[in-house]
Every structure is written in C-alpha cells, then in structure tokens.
C-alpha cells in the first residue's frame, strides 16, 4: 500500500478539464433557453468551486484515498460496542438490482410489491428474532431508533393523560447518546450507578422510580460488556412505578438467537442493523434503527410501516394510524440498507441466527481468557464476557505511564485497528474489545500475538510506544490545533508556498 | 497536586471567587478544573448586563475531549467578561487564576460569599473525591 | 453456516484457553427462564444462489416504469465510477474515522466534500451530512432556535411551498422539544409564498423562516426580499435548496443583503440512488458564527507530530458522546457512503457539468409542460418561472389518469390531492436530463390516450 497522502482534489483541477463522457446529450438551444428563463435577480453568478478533472484522474484520486483506510475487508477490526463483522457481498449486489435501485420513492405500492414484501417479510422477521410485537423500519440510524423509542414512550404516557412522567433513568455507563435522545425528547435525565460487578444498582434504582418516571435506557448485555444479571428485578421495579423499559439494542449481537428482549420485559427496543444485521458501516453511515414495541406501544410506532391485506403489501401511514409520533423520514427510511439486512437474515436464517450470538461470545470469551493470560487486567475478572470485554490499563498508565491511547495507536502498527477507547467513562484507561463471530481463531491469536509485543514494548520501551503510529500515512494529529484554528474547507495555497 | 490559593473563594463546581475592591467579585475555573479538562478550545463568556441566579450556567468551557458549563457561584449581574479568552483560550490552562479570569460580576448580595467554600474545604472536597 | 469460520477443532481448542464445557456454558450467567426456545418464526437459511433467485424475482416483479415522478427524489443519472469505488470495501466497510491515523481516506473525502458543499451553498462551513433532507430542516430548526438570541422564541415559519413530508418530520423530531411549526399560504397564480400574508406576521417574535428554493411545487420564489423581510424582523432564514439548482441559481448564502444563516437540503440528486427512498443524506452548512451550533460530524485540517498535513473529526465537544444530556443533537452518524458517492459524483461532473445537467432537466421538464398543456384537460397550474418540476391541473381527478398510465409503464407524476386538496386536480410532473423526446412523446400519447376514454366512459 502506497502511503503517500493524495493531494486535495483541487489541486488536482485544471480550468477546463472534464470527464466529457458524463455531459448529457447537448441541446445548446434548449440549454440556453432555460438559463434565459430564470430571472436575471435569481441567476448564479460565480460557478461553485467544484474540481475540473478528467475521469481518470478522479478514479485514481478516490481510489489512492480508500487505500489510506482501516476496514473491515483489509484489517481486523474490534471496535467494541460496534460491531464489525464481516458486510456479505451478496447484500451489496442484491441490494443493488437495478429494479430495487431505480425504483422511485412516490412510486405506487402496486409497482413495488417484491420491494414491498422484503420489507413486511424483514419486520416480521425482526419481530421473531426479538420477540417484539411489531416493528417499524423507518428510523435510519440507531440514535434516530432511540429517539423514537422514548418518544413513543413519552406518546404513551401522555394518551393515558399521566402528563407528569418525563424522567427517563439511564445508568452512569450508558453510551452518550442515551441522555442526549433523552434531552431531544424533552425529558429529564436521571443517572443510577452500576455496582462493582457492573450490575445497575437496584437500591438506587428503587430510590430513582416514582410518578415522574417515565422509563429506563438500559443495554443488555451492558455497556460494560457483561450480562445485565438483575434484569428481572429491573423490569420489576420500573414496571411497578408505572415506567417502561426501553432496550438499546447496540450489544443486540452479543445474545442473538439466545435471547429475546421481548423476553426481558422490555416494552420498546431499537436495533443496528449496521451492527447486528451487518449492512454496512460507510464510513459513518448509512445505519437502519428499526424500532420494536410491546403490543401497548404498537398504536404510536413511527410511520410508514408495511401491512400485508388482500391486494398484496401497502403502506399504513398517518391517516392509518392517527396515534403515531409521526414520520422521522421524508420518505420511509434507509430502504436500501433494509434490504441488505433482509438478504443477511435469509441467508442466516434460523440456524444461522442462532450462532451469531454463540459465535461472538466464544471469541469473545476466548480473546478475554487469552489476553488475561498475556497479562492484561479485565474489568470484570470475575464475569463471563459477553460478545465484548474491557481491559483496563490504569496500572500501565500509573507505573508506566503507558495509556489505552498508546496501546491503540500502536495496535495500528500491527495492522489492527484498535478496539474502542475510553468507553464506557466508568472504566479508567479501558480498551472495549468486539471481535464478533466472522473471524478466524488464527486471527484472534494474532491479535494476542500483537497486544502480547504490546505489553512487553511496555515495560522495555515506553517511549516509543508512545509515539505510535510509526507505519501509518499519518502520525499521531495535532487535534488541539484542529479544534482552535479551524480549517473546515480547502483553501487554495498561498502564492508560492504549499501551505503545510 | 492542584494548586488552591488560600486567598480565593471556591464552589463545589470547581469555580472561584475573588472579592475585588471595588465591590464586585472575579470569577474563573480552578486549577483542578482546567488540568481535567485538557487544552481549550474555546471559551464562550456571558454577556455584560446579564443576570445570573446562583448555579445558573454562565459559561461554556471547551476542549478537545470535553466541553462544560461554568456555573455562577453567587447571583449578581455581569459587569465585564475577559474578551483575551476568545483568542487564547490557553490562558485558563497557563494561567487559571490571573490571566484566566472569565467574568466579573455585581453581587446580588455580598454575604453570598461567606457561604462558599474557603481553600481549605475546597481542598478537601478535592481529596475526597480522590482527585 | 455462513459467515462463522470455526471448525470443530478451532472450538475444541477455544473452550479448552477459556475452561469452559461447552458454548453453552458460556451463557451460564442468562437466568435459564430467558433463554430462547427457538426461532421457528424465521425460515430456514438460503444459499447465496437460492436468495440471489429470490431477489431477482422480486426485483423482475417490479421492472422498470418510465417515470416522472419529482418531489423531492430525482432521477439524475449516476455515473458508473461513482459506485464502483463507493463499494469499494475501504469504503464500504470502514467505520466512522474515530482513529484518525487509520481514516485518512475517509477524513478526507469528507474535508472535500465539506468544501464543495459549502462553495455550492454559498456559505461558509459546512457539516459531514445528517439523515436526510427532512430531517435536516429539523436540525435546522433547532439550530435556528438555539441561535436565537434576541429572545428564546420556538416558532419557526414552514410556509405551504414547502416539501410537506418537510412539515411533518420536523413536528415529529422537534416538536418533543417545544417548537411550533407555522405556516403561511401561497399565492394561486404563482404558487409561491404569499408575501402580503407572511407580512401579517411582522413584529412577531419567530425564530426562523424556512424558504424552500425551488419550492415544493418546483417554482422560483423571491428569496431576496423574503429573505431581507425575515431579517429585518429578526428572524434567522433558513434554507431548503435542491443541489442541482445551485448550479444556475444564486445559492443561498447570497440571498438578500445579508445571506441565509443555514442552509439545508436533500442531497440525493448528487450520485445517490432513488432506492425506494433511502439510503439519502441531508446537507448543511451555515456561517463560521454558528459552526459551533450545527449538529454532525465536521473534519478539520491539521498536522501530525511531523508537520505533515492530516485530516482529524473535530469539535466533537458538541456532540452526543461527550455533552451526552446537553449535546447540540443526538445524531452520531454521518451518511458517510453517500457523502463519498456525492463527493465522487460532483468530482466527475465539475462545474459545468453539474450546470449542463440542471440546464438539460429545465428543458425537459419545459418541453413536457408544453407537450402536455397541447393535450385538452391539461393546463399549467403556475405561471412563472420554475426549475424542474411542475404543476399541471387536469379536469378530473388524476388518481384514475394515474393508474392508467401506469397500466401503460409510465408513472405520470405525484397525486396533490392529499396534501393540497385546495389546487384541484392537481399532478407534480418532473422531467430530468434522463428524459428523452421519445419518452415525453410517449407519456403525451398514453395521456391523451387515457384522457379521451376518460371523457368517452
């Protein structure tokens, strides 16, 4: 791989330059009487700054600039708490039909039945999979998910008329977007601790719940990358003072085809399909959050949702279903990433789905009994890993001052990408570590090879360690100066020096 | 260790105070505060003219891995906000309780003050929480 | 099964590292009341071949109509490069760049992106992308009202010539927090804002006017004087602009004397597949005053510890992750993949490009307004100026003239009757530079055609 940087696009542009085969047919006189048309008050004057390359050239640019990424397909990727599991090719291509692609959003039910029936046969399936009572797929991302889900708990309180309950109860190790979906919503957030061995605290859960309550966020397996053992007791409690539970199914893979939400007593769940159902990262997107509800909460799911009748698949929208808390969409989601997840659960299907769960647990369990041996400190030594664990380094960071930070920068010199930093807060100096059910045990060993060179490089020689990355097409960033002297556009150089 | 000076006022919030002659008051973050936070960023300050009531946030810290609410420790009115931060947030880091200062304010009422924390219990709070 | 690689001997020697029995063991901490009993709701696992027929079939089911259809997703087409290298796998399977050392592809693509957005807007600073373009008028909504200094006002201004689904996602996303969507009506002859209306509005305390440009409608508004109206009371303007346009029409940032504050839109014309409605992304970019109020990602230019220029996200400060209850948001994803399509897509077009394909979709749609308007029962419903989309009145209700259309393969436009039953029998037509004069001569034909056995039954 060459690493040497691509220069921005538009140092690239010359005046001039296109790629000719992408002009439409040339109609000068049509042209230019549509630009007489517009008036003179509404016409652009300068042409945006857009590059002027030749076809080539912007092939070579963005394929040289995908060469300077980690992915899944090029490197093991632990990211804890995310999910990096191999996205099947065959999602991708059958997804991309160009009958699924072509096909309009505005475009009749009655020319779109097979696109239609993936969709009713993929809420029906999550439905299972998660023993909810129904499901809407609309949401399109996992904090879009989340936002629905509390507000439709919110949507249920208020139609029973209990106007006061706006607290949602979080734990102090949830992820950030749990207080801040609660916030959008207009609740308040109550935060309980976790004890010792990473369980919520029921004491201070039953001092948290009273009329207010409008519900709790919780993981499970946690944040923490353990079992949510109290479960029961939780849903007890929070179910007695009149609260609902909702589900952050970010850890969804951990207990999939094991276990079932719906099971646990929760009345609300929103899933990653770009985690569990391994539709594609992108980069940072697009995800799918498909929410599923309790049958009580089912009148206030988000529209549009599919239904099958006598005519074959139609939507059921806001006339359908005056209850809802509304379209979160202008359309009906992220369709194409909802395809792909259809096409991965066909091809798990029920044998399939039971082994992911089984499957990332294993190498979980086997990457956490390896890595202890190795030397590392867990989190949790007396817990059984989900289908993640945390390592701490806070005794390498007290006598070494050698941080998670360095280890993961130095992880990417052993061509890994580093597992998630730094999360959850309640973990000092913590790696969360994922490495799902696709990989092979030889890549696992691998990786205890590499976090094993890690530790001894540690002890040996801590100064170089901390200058990690060496191999990389960029050393560690100046992410002060990022953040106090904004560079947020390309600017051109000035005259005669390249601007560093 | 994170220095306290003796003379200054202190809120559980990790503010300070410092009585100035003319009546008003200057307030800043601790020593503490900025080493928790890291290299800012940016800094907003309130307008001058502003009410504020005790707790209320008055104040916007940020850096790269954290932004917080400064919280005024007595109400009052603003009467000057340090302009330098815009362009040197660093101040805070350098300089926390000189340079750094964020606000000046018009007590609401000066006996306010007794009821902050002086160094001493400041410090303690600090051991406590095992910072 | 699919996609696990273990072999017996490979968890033989797993489970004998862990001290465990079994994998079964390994879930010994679950309360056994909540273990599964089985997924018998979902069908046995298929093949990559068995499901590729199955898809296939679905897919055939749905074929290939010519279309016509507008409002708010177009039909542009998308270069071949584009999604080559978008589903390239250091793309496609890349997670958000949190390690900046292992992303520069990714940092970027989006640092170019950025640029190229704020340029064609007009503005100054733009962010990594949001959902959608519905979704972003929430945001900006929000942003608006936050921005608001002058009081804490939570009216914000969605006249009638916006996008409806428009409406409705911002009342479903921003109305949990306190705000409240007004409208004002648009004028019959123009289909444009009704300036004397929102005029009654002056010296109220609202927040922002939303001015979508083209309008729902696909009408040309004054945005010059809404804009200095809006100003003028006050109010921050947010606006609701189609990529394309910007290529021939004054983009926001020069709107009136002072600019638009935020400016947002749906950013699928760019390179992104109709797909039935998503994936697409939202865009929005503002001013450097307010980049510390806008919700998503940025990327920021920097140096490394060598000197040499990097790319890194920044003021993360404000979002979810670290102000968790006071984040600006709780959006915590970019629609990465199609930003790079977008991001390629306006790379291969260029400047004039992208101008020749706006210019070609105005004359379809202008050639297929007067094919159309030829035919007796079809009148323009607006005068003015228009971009690529139209209104036409029929004399009867379009829903039937649609299904026999589409009974001919084509679909004719978008039903008004719902969302604005005071227009009539009124059709949303779009033509882009997709079109050919064979096609617009056939939809003409099939209309006449499906007219006159109309008037006949």
Known sequence: MDQTLERPIFEHSRPGRRAAAQSPPAAPAAAAAAREAIPDALRRRKAPLLPEVGELDAVRHFTRLSQLNFSIDTNFYPLGSCTMKYNPKACNQYAMLPEFLARHPRAPASQGQGFLECMFELQEMLKEVTGMAAVSLSPMAGAHGEFAGVAMIRAYHRARGDLARNEIIVPEAAHGTNPATATMCGCIVKEIPVDGEGDVDLAALERAVGPNTAGIMLTNPSTLGVFERKIRDVARIVHGAGGLLYYDGANLNAILGKVRPGDMGFDVIHMNLHKTFSTPHGGGGPGAGAVGVAARLEPFLPVPLVARGEGGFHWLAEAERPQSIGRLSAFMGNAGVLLRAYVYMRMLGREGMARVGEFATLNANYLQARLRAAGYELAYPTRRASHEFIVTLRKQARELDVTAMDVAKRLLDHGFHAPTTYFPLLVPECLLIEPTETENKDTLDAFVEAMTAILGEAQADAARLKGAPYTMPVRRLDDVRAAKQLELTWKPPQAATMAG | MSRIPADLKYAKSHEWVRPLPDGTVEIGITDHAQAALGDLVFIEVPEVGRALAAGEACAVVESVKAASDVYAPLAGTVVAANAALGAAPELVNQDCYGQGWMLRLQPASPEALAALLDAGAYGAQLAAAGG | ??????????????????????????????????????????????????????????????????????????????????????????????????????????????????????????????????????SAVAEAALMAVRAHRRSKSLRVIIPDTVNPDYRRVAVSTAGNQGLRFETVPYLRDSGTIDAAALGALAGEDIAALVIQQPNFFGQLEDVDALTDWAHAQGMLVIAAVNPTSLAVLKPPGEWGAKGADICVGEGQPLGVPLSSGGPYFGFMTTRMELVRSMPGRIVGRTVDLEGRAGYTLTLQAREQHIRRGKATSNICTNQGLLMTAATIYMTLLGPAGLEQVALASMARTSQLVAALTKLPGVQAAFAGPRFHEAVLRLDRPAAAVLRALEAEGILGGVDLAADHPGLGHALLVCATETKTDADIERYAGALGKALQAARAA
Request: hydrophobic share 40%.
């Open chain 3, 1 to 134: 099964m699919p996609f696990v690689p273990h072999t017996e001997e490979d968890v033989r020697a797993m489970l004998a590292a862990i001290g465990a029995p079994s994998i079964d063991a390994l879930f010994d901490e679950i309360p056994p009341e909540l273990r599964a009993k089985g997924l018998d709701g979902i069908p046995p696992g298929l093949s990559e071949m068995e499901v590729g027929r199955l898809m296939s079939g679905r897919a055939r089911r749905d074929g290939l109509p010519l279309s016509f259809l507008g409002a708010g997703a177009y039909e542009h087409h998308i270069p071949s490069a584009v999604w080559a290298i978008t589903t390239r796998g250091e793309f496609y399977s890349a997670y958000t760049p949190y390690q900046a050392e292992a992303s520069q592809g990714t940092l970027q693509v989006i640092h170019e992106y950025q640029t190229m957005m704020a340029s064609l807007t007009g503005m100054e600073v733009s962010n990594a992308s949001l959902y959608d373009g519905g």
